[in-house]
């Protein structure tokens, strides 16, 4: 006689064949028998290979003497080390000779939890579409009062005057600042799409010559390779030449000033759309952080006066385009982010 057959009688094991989802027969940690579902979802090959396992190899976390009956989530790792949500079911199946028996049906949730986080970060973005509006009013106001102080005093220069120069560098920054905060005010919201012909190569020239003086680049070594017939595309300039600011400065601080940023745009011609990618050779950005940093109000930077707004924004003004953004490892060791963008404008 089996040592299935003598924990369990034949009945139970009867219905218990029935059961279609994920389901395994166990004591308190020791695996006895488990069906088909429940082996293909934990990658386990051959039935015989459960007799030697443990419920701690594949649930996490797994009490070890008190077992937590009902329903609770936790986490299930198949045999190839692969992680995911699970649900799971546990209760008592008959009481043997040699102590109670249970019985444990799992439920993959994987792509619930997925869908729950896409719905709270729907939530986060109605959230901050609402304080956008303040926050753009608030600004406003002080760049109207820079941007005007600023034209009196270049007035009374002369164009070949060095603080002309700076000046004139003021304004577009202040001017940029309120294109900022019109892009907060939209944040969230449903677009215009009042798109024109845009030429990316010129947004990223016209972008990095507004900050390429800032002390924050003086010792960075920044490399354009930028496709030369690179097509345009249709898009809003104000909020590409957002995505551009924040991408640049965010490359600069991640290399804290000491480092290589490579900027490289190109065309792909079998799908119609242009690709920019931003890359540096700082830290770079862990899985688990790759998987957050485009949430609102998450950041890294709170030591350095971080909002998480910057990649947030980035990512709706992408979204709005009918692109996709996407960060991984960088060959330069740091981050790499890419950004796919359609010609047509979506």
Known sequence: MSLVEKLIPTILLENWKEIKEPSIIHEVDKCILANQAFLSLFGITRHE??????????ISPWPSYHLRLGVRQALGRSLDGKEFDIEVICMPLYSSGQGLIYQSIIRDISRLKLWEDKMLQSERLTAMGKLAGEIAHEINNPLGGILLYANLVKEDLTPQDQASVNLE?????????????????????????????????????DMFSLIEDHKLFAKVRTKFILEPELPHLMGDRGQL???????????AEAVEGH??????TQSRDFD????????????GISEELQLKIFEPFF??????????????ITHGI???????????RSSLGGACFKICLPLNGA
């Open 299 to 312: 950041t890294t930077k709170q030591h350095r006066g971080g909002t998480g707004l910057g990649l947030s």
């Open 49 to 58: 290979l459960l007799s030697d396992m443990f419920m701690a190899q594949f």
């Open 259 to 264: 480092g290589k940023v490579y900027v490289t």
């Open 241 to 251: 030449e957002q995505v551009i600011i924040n991408l640049l400065i965010n490359a």
């Open 272 to 283: 119609s759309k242009v690709e920019l990618i931003v890359e540096d050779s700082g830290p």
């Open 318 to 328: 992408v979204q709005r385009h009918g692109g996709k953004i996407t960060v991984e």
């Open 169 to 205: 560098k003021i304004i577009k920054l202040a001017t940029k600042c309120r294109i900022i905060a019109k892009g907060l005010l939209n944040f969230g919201r449903s677009s215009s799409r009042s798109y024109a012909p845009v030429d990316l190569n010129h947004i990223i020239r």
